[in-house]
């Protein structure tokens, strides 16, 4: 009773402004909901279907489905401009929101392929705190890489990207605009599966490690450096921390495998689109010409001819016709068919002459550009130190190769247009000399014969185009009367054109032996030795990082409630406040323990892991949330001068915990973090320069509290957040084999053992306090009065964009809550301001 009238009383502060209040129907499975972290954007995801709206309009951006396949999970980058979709069919698609707006474009970027894709989780490298203590080797990186990023991205320099990315724009979703540079932040996408297994992907495209579990991967978290990963596995009480070192060693280098690896992907991508489109534009352009030659087959067929056209038509040319002649009767009732009329094939040399040159484009834009900007990004390879020198060499020529090829394309097309020019020309100059004959001297066929009769250079040119296109194995009778197959370059099963390449220059003395060289690959046999190599080359520095991976095990005691606990986990920035000047802002924007009694050990470290687990006991009992404070990688000197990379570093030589107590009858159903790394959330960071910082950081709870309202009892769900920074820890050491695989176990001490503090709802008295002695004061608001059974909610929380709320899942309906969760400190702010003013 106490509690309810406590509940009741006009002093507690509704906290949190409500944004949106939306209810769907029951869906057939579960509602997924993310909130982006840089714009005021949800997606929510329902069965086989994924929309996008607007958190304060509700607009609807964008909607996209995959027929038959219920989504899985849903992630936004780092910088909310991509999405990643995990599909119960195993793949993750990753898509570019502003082109998910296009309803003629899905915007999808690449897919990945995994089996049963459990969750997903994308984090971005941060910049170092502005107390940290750099050592004098990552001083020099840094500096190396300021001066060696100047020349990096030289296809985006020297290429002209106009014809490419409208070509990229209009045909493949703007996957080439969409992909990370040289110059962009290293970010993290870790894919859990249900067999056990961490998969992680830089820029959310490159695979370069996968962990292993002994049991179901349950959530993720990575340090700001990306060196140190958590995972929470099985039933919230076994944790294991991998140290991946290679990734902040050899940051930079992997920064731009990674996005070299995004950019040439996706050019070979493009190129193998390209292919298939260029083939049936080919086919297209040429149909018209091809089906009335048909024509011409079937006649030679019906009057017992058995030479080809090519061979027939060669022979008129040196021969000319011959009276009672099975060929040139043909002949002439080809062309004095109603088809052949002069004005129809002007018309389809119209037709024909804009299509080919339409297929002229298409090359140089989807084969010619891409295949120039793979050769430049080959190079940008070099001297990479965790790729080999041989293979980058190797890759080299097959991309000058696949250059090669692709002009060889472009060169033969535009020999094609010359050739059917002629070819249209003489079929129209001996129709009209068929027609004329037998005619009155004088008589308007004998005048048109004689206006459209072709030079002797293009009867001598379509005698030679004939007596080589016998031999040219085209798609239709026109390939074979130009002697030129354009689809012959596309075909899957030919590694090499017949023929060698004519007039080498010298500037190809660098792809090798000229015997090599002087062969014509096709299109699809460079491209496909292009991806060989492409695939052997990028998985060496997966092989690198995966043999320096080292990982040490931690168990949870178990608490003394039988059914499982709700345990999350998350990651704060570390620091030293003795480093800080004393007009530095930066105070408070890392998490900077109070230890009860005493003091932290002499050291510091630069990334934390903050555990919060539920201890619930009986009815009438406590119910509190116990937090555990990790130190990933502790160091115990400070000096500047210190030469022990902290990368290398991953001691855990003790931990923090204490205990966070709810009212009495107060039951707690969710946890989750709400944090913020610094960034601006309007515009991400796109360099390492400057220092990095966290921002708001606190816990929510979705409390699930009794009331009395109109004399009847219930349950209400309360959004509960509480800024933990100031709780007293009490640490315990720990004794742990330096670099041994060792299972340390995180005790759950009793109330007596442990540091102890009360939760308490905010009050207009205490409106303007966070915390006082033994107490921590939560921002409260009520979400709804949950009746029946069978209501399941879950959090959602973004500390980027200060929003939060509550999705709850009942028989007959969902229900969408969404709040403004720094109204009051915004408006603090202002206050403040104007004071000083």
Not at 85 to 107: K, Q, R, Y
Not at 166 to 191: D, F, K, R, W, Y
Not at 307 to 324: R, T
Not at 687 to 708: H, S, Y
Request: contains cysteine; aromatic residues 6%; negative net charge.
């Amino acid at each position: 009773g106490d509690v309810d009238m406590l509940h009741q009383e006009p002093s507690i502060i509704k906290c949190f402004s409500p944004i949106q209040n939306r209810k769907f129907l029951p869906p057939s499975t579960a509602s997924i909901c993310s909130l982006c972290p840089s714009m005021d954007l949800i997606v929510i995801c329902r069965g086989d279907t994924l929309w996008i709206h607007r958190t304060v309009s509700w607009q609807r951006l964008a909607t996209f489905q995959q027929d038959d396949v219920n989504i899985s999970s849903v992630c936004w980058a780092p910088d909310g401009k991509s999405l990643a979709v995990a599909f119960s069919d195993g793949t993750i698609a990753l898509h570019h929101v502003e082109a998910l707006s296009s309803e003629e474009d899905t915007g999808q970027v690449q897919t990945l392929q995994l089996p049963n894709v459990k969750s997903l989780t994308w984090a971005h490298v941060g910049k170092p705190h502005a107390s940290w203590i750099l050592s004098e080797t990552e001083l020099e990186r840094q500096v190396t890489w300021k001066y060696q990023s100047r020349y990096l991205d030289r296809a985006s320099t020297f290429l002209p990207p106009s014809s490419y990315l409208v070509q990229a724009e209009e045909n493949v979703g703007a996957a080439i605009m969409t992909h990370p540079s040289c110059q962009t932040p290293l970010s993290l996408l870790c894919a859990t599966t249900r067999h056990e297994k961490l998969h992680l992907y830089l820029h959310g495209r490159y695979d370069i490690a996968t962990l292993e579990s002994l049991t179901p991967v349950q959530s993720v978290c990575c340090t700001t450096d990306l060196s140190k990963i958590l995972i929470l596995q099985g039933v919230s009480s076994r944790l294991t921390l991998y140290h991946l070192p290679a990734l902040t060693e050899y940051k930079f280098p992997l920064q731009v495998i990674s996005s070299l690896y995004c950019s040439m992907t996706s050019h070979l991508q493009a190129i193998e689109l390209c292919m298939k489109e260029l083939t049936a534009s080919w086919r297209s352009s040429l149909k018209p010409l091809d089906t009335k030659l048909d024509a011409l087959t079937r006649l030679l067929k019906n009057y017992d001819v058995s030479k080809d056209v090519c061979a027939v038509l060669h022979e008129y040319i040196l021969v000319g016709s011959v009276e009672d002649d099975p060929v040139t009767s043909a002949l002439e009732q080809f062309f004095s068919n109603v088809q052949m009329n002069d004005q129809l094939i002007q018309r389809l040399e119209r037709s024909l002459v804009g299509a080919v040159a339409n297929v002229e484009t298409l090359a140089r834009q989807g084969l010619l550009s891409p295949a120039k900007s793979l050769a430049y990004e080959a190079g940008d390879l070099q001297c990479e130190p965790l790729v080999d020198a041989k293979s980058t060499v190797d890759l080299q020529r097959a991309t000058h190769l696949l250059v090669l090829s692709a002009e060889d394309v472009v060169a033969r097309i535009v020999e094609a247009r010359f050739r059917l020019r002629d070819l249209v020309s003489w079929l129209r100059s001996i129709g009209s000399q068929i027609k004329a004959r037998g005619t009155a001297p004088g008589s308007g066929q004998r005048e048109n014969a004689k206006k459209r009769r072709v030079p002797h250079e293009v009867t001598e040119r379509m005698a030679s185009y004939l007596q080589s296109g016998g031999g040219v194995q085209g798609d239709g009778i026109t390939e074979s009367l130009i002697g030129i197959s354009i689809t012959e370059f596309f075909s899957p099963d030919r590694d090499y054109m017949a023929g060698t390449r004519p007039g080498l220059p010298k500037s190809v003395d660098i792809l090798g032996p000229k015997s090599i060289v002087s062969k014509r690959p096709t299109m699809s046999g460079a491209c496909r030795k292009t991806s060989e190599i492409m695939n052997k080359l990028f998985a060496q520095p997966k092989s690198f990082v995966s043999r320096s991976i080292t990982q040490t095990d931690f168990l949870i005691s178990p608490s003394r409630e039988e059914h499982s606990d709700i345990c999350v986990i998350h990651t704060r920035i570390g620091g030293i406040k003795d480093k800080l000047s004393p007009d530095s802002d930066s105070e408070g924007d890392f998490f900077s323990p109070r230890i009860v009694p005493g003091d932290l050990p002499p050291g510091y470290c630069r990334s934390w892991a903050i555990i919060a687990r539920t201890s619930s006991f009986q009815k009438g009992q406590d119910n509190s949330v116990h937090l555990f404070a990790l130190p990933l990688g502790w160091k115990t000197n400070t000096s500047i001068n210190d030469e022990i990379n902290d990368e290398k570093n991953c001691e855990v030589p003790f931990y923090l915990s204490c205990r966070l107590v709810m009212p009495e009858t107060y039951c707690v159903k969710e946890i989750a973090f709400y944090g913020d790394d610094g960034n601006s959330s309007l515009s991400a960071a796109t360099d390492d320069t400057g220092f990095g910082k966290e921002g708001r950081q606190a816990i929510g709870l979705l409390v699930l509290c009794p009331v009395t309202e109109d004399e009847t009892e219930g349950l209400a769900e309360e959004l509960w957040l509480v800024k933990y920074d100031r709780s007293p820890f009490n640490c315990v050491f720990l004794s742990l084999e330096a670099g041994g695989n060792s299972l340390v176990t995180l005790k759950e001490e009793s109330l007596n053992d442990i540091s102890v503090i009360s939760i308490k709802p905010i009050e207009e008295s205490n409106i303007e306090a966070d915390c006082e002695e033994g107490i921590l004061y939560a921002k409260t608001r009520r979400v709804s009065l949950k009746e029946g059974q069978g209501v399941s909610s879950h959090i959602l929380l973004s500390g980027s964009r200060g929003v939060g709320g509550i999705l709850s899942t009942a028989a007959s309906h969902v229900e969408l809550d969404l709040f403004d969760l720094e109204e009051d400190e915004e408006d603090c702010d202002e206050g403040s301001e104007g004071e000083e003013e």
